[in-house]
């Protein structure tokens, strides 16, 4: 391409991503205020607001859950909730292009919608507590719960498309950035009822403390009544907002709204992809899209971890009181510096800020044990954690303001439902598949430990075995303790191994020393550290091996003969620990053969048919690592019985026909007969 069209063609985008966003002489436009607007301000106010309340509530569930002793890898599942924010964009054409003329473009979505809403909150008021198992005799249905907070969150998400799209043309031209401050502002508090003000009033111990005279065994409002009580709210405000307001209205010339122009659902789409395809979009989009890996885990992963610590979660809910009001007050102020013609400057500026508030996370939740006392956490620590979320909300909100001001200037009111929804998609995806990812993988790289419990190995340690007081033994204690699945230091039997390590399931790493006839004796590799494993590694330590056998399988001979011929003298192999029972150990063995996935040996042995599942020792049956794996097991045995493999092997017609010939009597009379007559013969 030519310079000369190069430069056209980035114009042209430039100009596509900054319509209207500016005046001609490059400064930007001067609000004449919005006075006479302040009405559909407070209604775009309040339908964000009711927007808000059900997402806050999706946001208290897994800090309930999490009470519950729900694993991380359900919390992961959980937080596909608030996914159909990031995928809003494959339904926003059908909202932008299909609607009753008569009715509003807007309102024929958003009043449906609502009343879905409403309707949705009363259902789940009548079966929310037998999902949660308030009861405590089971643990929540988290895939349940999924499935029908990710349905609230679906129309809120499809009510949230509506709305953008009448704020595009309910407010004029030189005050649709104001649209911003409104979505800030509203969700925030919608968020704040549904989530701080819910958790605070359903605490026990909150409402006994501050709120009654008398104590009792439960909260003031219970989350049924809550959804109850809002699913009525919805019901009503929507026949309110039916009735009483009207779509389209003639407005004073000095604040023209922007004409809107029908488009079918097929040519938004086409427009829709379009835009995508312009370059300064593209980069765009990728930009929302990864902006946000580098602090979404401390995001996500945080508060959870605190309440895992043992910090109320109505205390927690407590801190962001004192944020409300820098909540509202900050859109407000960082909107006044997102109003001119580079309105993502201060996103720019935080991002730096946002990633050291991560950090600063990362170090709060490690410092958070060993400040706990007996009687809770004293007042400085609170200090801190609220020092800590203020400055985390600063930096939140300048990216977030910045970036809706951003997408209110650039969206083209043709479908303006749609184009917002474009960016406001990415930049909601941006943010969630990082949070899903680092949830579901806090499992496997992390674990839980119980320090001074009643049979722990801390309260049974004797004076003997404390560690001595040299340098090296602290730096190997500091070592096995934070370094989660790294241990540096040899573990010579399976009692060498902590308690935590097994209970968290922790994969160590081995070298195969022998294979016995109930398992396999393998030497157990730490990581090598350079410089610092050869400090920790005593010079007189003889080769020690673990007695490790093969969890929840049973081998057949041809099992044993099937792992001598496949595992290779001093291979290396890795034992996720599920048990033990004395000196020896129930591991998941895997093996690298060259793939991108380990090969488990105990899965590859039932689906070859060369053992059967046998039950998995000291495991809890009712826990759910021992439901994991036992359907695990059994899922392959299953296809080695389908498939009529080794054990499940079944003979053919023929050779059962064979068979019983063989060994029919009078058959081995006649037979022996014949030899006898033709060994006479030759004699």
């Known amino acids: 391409m030519r310079p000369r069209e190069s430069k056209l063609e980035v114009e042209d985008d430039e ?28 209604l775009l106010l309040f ?20 009470s519950k002793n729900v694993s991380y890898k359900d919390q992961a599942y959980f937080s596909f909730v608030f996914w159909p924010f990031s995928l809003k964009l494959f339904w926003a054409p059908l909202v932008d292009s ?28 009548f079966a929310v507590d037998s999902m949660l198992q308030a009861d405590g005799q089971k643990g929540p249905d988290v895939i349940t719960l999924t499935a029908v907070f990710f349905m609230l969150a679906f129309l809120a998400a499809t009510q949230d498309i509506a709305v953008d799209g009448w704020a595009l043309t309910m407010l004029s031209r030189e005050n649709v950035g104001y649209a911003s401050t409104c979505n800030s502002v509203g969700q925030t508090a919608g968020y704040f009822l549904g989530n701080v003000l819910f958790l605070a009033l359903e ?57 809107e122009e029908t488009q079918g659902v097929m040519e938004t789409y086409k427009l829709l992809l379009s835009i995508i395809k312009m370059p300064t979009v593209f980069t765009f989009c990728v930009l929302l899209l990864t902006a946000k890996m580098g602090f979404s885990a401390a995001d996500a992963v945080t508060g959870l971890k605190l309440v895992e610590a043992g910090v109320p979660k109505e205390q927690l809910a407590l801190l962001a009181v004192p944020m ?53 956490f004293p007042l400085y620590y609170y200090a801190v954690v609220l020092l800590s979320y203020a400055a985390h909300q600063v930096a939140l909100y300048s990216m977030y303001v910045a970036c809706m001001a951003f997408h209110a200037k650039v969206s083209d009111p043709v479908i303006g439902g749609t184009y917002m929804t474009l960016l406001n998609t990415v930049t909601n995806l941006g943010g969630n598949w990082p949070s899903t990812l680092a949830l579901w993988l806090v499992d496997p790289l992390t674990f839980k430990e119980c320090q001074g419990a009643p049979g722990s190995e801390t309260a049974d340690m004797n004076e003997d075995d404390k560690p001595s007081k040299n340098v090296i033994a602290h730096i190997s204690q500091f070592a096995d303790d934070n370094l989660t699945i790294i241990r540096i230091t040899k573990f010579g039997s399976a009692t060498d191994i902590p308690a935590r390590f097994i209970e968290r399931n922790i994969s160590i790493r081995g070298r195969l020393r022998n294979i016995t006839e109930n398992g396999l004796e393998v030497e157990h590799l730490p990581i090598d550290v350079p410089l610092l494993s050869r400090l920790l590694t005593k010079p007189d330590q003889s080769v020690s091996v673990l007695d490790v056998r093969l969890a929840g399988v049973e081998m057949t001979s041809e099992g044993h003969d099937w792992i001598a ?59 759910g690592i021992s439901w994991s794996l036992y359907k695990r097991l059994m899922r392959a045995e299953r296809k080695a019985e389908k498939k009529g493999k080794g054990l ?14 063989r060994n029919n009597m009078l058959l081995v009379s006649v037979k022996k007969l014949f030899k006898w007559t033709s060994r006479t013969k030759e004699k």
């Open 47 to 66: 339908l964000y607001v009711l927007q808000g309340i059900p997402l806050g509530l999706a946001g208290s569930i897994p800090l309930i859950m999490q």
């Open 565 to 623: 011929q496949q595992l290779k003298p001093a291979e290396t192999l890795w034992l996720r620990l599920i048990a033990r029972q004395n000196q020896t150990l129930h591991c998941l063995v895997s093996v690298n053969r060259g793939s991108l996935f380990n090969t488990c040996v105990n899965e590859e042995l039932l689906r070859r048919g060369l053992a059967r599942t046998s039950p998995l020792v000291g495991l809890d049956p009712h826990s």
């Open 98 to 125: 299909l609607y009753l003329k008569r009715f509003g473009r807007r309102k024929s979505w958003l009043v449906p919608t609502q009343y879905l809403l409403g309707l949705f909150m009363l259902y789940l008021s």
């Open 648 to 661: 499940w092997k079944e003979d053919s017609r023929w050779e059962r026909v064979s068979d019983v010939l």
């Open 15 to 42: 100009e596509a991503l900054l319509q209207n966003s500016d005046r001609d002489d490059g400064q930007a436009k001067v609000s004449n205020g919005i006075n006479g607007e302040l009405s559909n301000v407070a």
């Open 324 to 376: 409300v009001p820098l909540q509202i007050l900050l859109p407000l102020v960082i909107s006044k510096y997102t109003a001119g013609p580079r309105p993502l400057d201060i996103f720019y500026k935080a991002f730096p800020f946002r990633l050291l508030i991560g950090l600063e996370y990362a170090l709060l939740v490690w410092w958070t044990p060993s400040v706990r006392q007996d009687q809770g």
């Open 203 to 259: 605490s026990a111990d909150f409402c006994n403390k501050y709120l009654r005279f008398e104590p009792q065994e439960r909260g003031i409002v219970t989350l049924s009544d809550f959804l109850f009580f809002w699913g009525i709210v919805f019901m009503v405000s929507t026949t309110l907002v039916a009735v009483l307001k009207k779509e389209n209205v003639s407005h004073h010339h000095t604040k023209k709204k922007p004409k």
